[in-house]
């Protein structure tokens, strides 16, 4: 199962320039300056408190910067935001599950409200993840932090998102499903997507560009 395939638009391109962001009168980043292309991978760094999650919050257009400007394919992200939601997958520290519903009706609704994969199956994207069959048609409520959170990763798999933000994908997930998310992010890049991720694990993508960007000291 491929974790992409790029509809024939325009190759993807994400860049920043002089971007800041002030909270509380505390100044957490400022001037950063970076440009990402198809097939590569960045993942940023830093101590707690640097503003790492701030800063994924900023880049998909959650959290506005004091100054600067985000670019998706060129274009401003504030001028184009249908298109750039539409590109983007965003897996923040909270699972963003609905409770209630089981996770494949979680990833059925991800495929009825995004701009869906339908050759991947919700069931064969949750056993990608690693998700019990017996786990599958229960609430998502109910799910340990583990499981919720390969429920919340699986949904990477139903899009055709060509933007990928991960804040801590790794959390509560054990070695073998770390090594799964490295290896659905290797075959991302190699379909010329785009990825931006924190994690405090050593991180190994097979045959993608890396690129590391340090917050802070």
């Avoid at 909270?94 to 339908?118: D, I, S, Y």
Wanted: hydrophobic share 40%.
């Amino acid at each position: 199962m491929g974790s992409l395939t790029a509809p024939a638009t325009q190759s993807p391109s994400f860049s920043v320039s002089g971007l800041s962001f002030t909270r509380n009168d505390e100044l957490l980043f400022s001037d950063l300056e970076f440009h990402l292309a198809p097939g590569e991978v960045l993942l940023v760094e830093g101590q707690n408190g640097s503003g790492k999650t701030t800063l994924l919050r900023t880049l998909c257009g959650l959290a506005m910067p004091s100054d600067g400007e985000i670019r998706w394919c060129g274009r401003d992200i504030r001028e184009v935001r249908p298109e750039f939601f539409a590109d983007l997958a965003y897996v923040g520290h909270c699972a963003g599950l609905k409770g209630e519903l089981t996770p494949v009706e979680n990833l059925a609704f991800t495929q009825a409200t995004q701009q869906a994969r339908h050759d991947v199956a919700p069931t064969d994207a949750l056993a990608r993840l690693g998700l019990p069959e017996n786990c599958e048609w229960v609430p998502s409520r109910c799910l340990s932090a583990g499981q919720q959170r390969r429920v919340a990763l699986a949904r990477l798999l139903v899009t055709q998102a060509r933007l990928w933000v991960l804040d801590e994908p790794f959390t509560a997930l054990d070695l073998a499903g770390r090594r799964q998310i490295e290896t659905m992010l290797a075959e991302h890049a190699a379909a010329g997507g785009i990825a931006i991720l924190t994690t405090h694990h050593v991180l190994e993508v097979d045959g993608a560009c890396t690129r590391q960007l340090r917050l802070g000291p």
